[in-house]
Nanobody
């Protein structure tokens, strides 16, 4: 099973980007999915996640209200719609998956997630 992230780029503050993560090899409905990001010199940071069979989507406080995570089952893809981008959103964005359903308190931990895509760079200029 592979994860392929795309959609990053260089934008100005206030702009929008839509990231995509294509899951190949197995049906996306089998997985819990997440987005993380990592800025230079910083640890990998939780952005958003959705658990298998769940209608809730979890967001970090720093992106809540600006970012929206969604799943396209027909295309085996998860998206991260990012609106109102800020310079502090600059990072490499990674999608991740996990087969077993994580407990709520573990969703935000990078170690919870078992497989990662290669990342896509998002740069927001001021």
């Amino acid at each position: 099973v592979q994860l392929q992230a795309s959609g990053g780029g260089l934008v100005q503050a206030g702009a929008a980007l839509r990231l995509s993560c294509v899951v190949s090899g197995r049906d996306i409905s089998l997985f819990n999915m997440a987005w993380f990001r990592q800025a230079p010199g910083k640890e990998r940071e939780f952005v958003a996640a959705v658990r298998r069979g769940d209608t809730n989507t979890y967001y970090s406080n720093s992106v809540k209200g600006r970012f929206t995570m969604s799943r396209d089952m027909a295309k085996n893809t998860v998206h991260l719609q990012m609106n109102g981008l800020k310079p502090e959103d600059t990072a490499i964005y990674y999608c991740a998956r996990k087969e077993n359903r994580p407990i709520t308190s573990a969703i935000t931990l990078a170690d919870t997630w078992t497989a990662w895509g290669q990342g896509t760079q998002v740069t927001v200029s001021s």
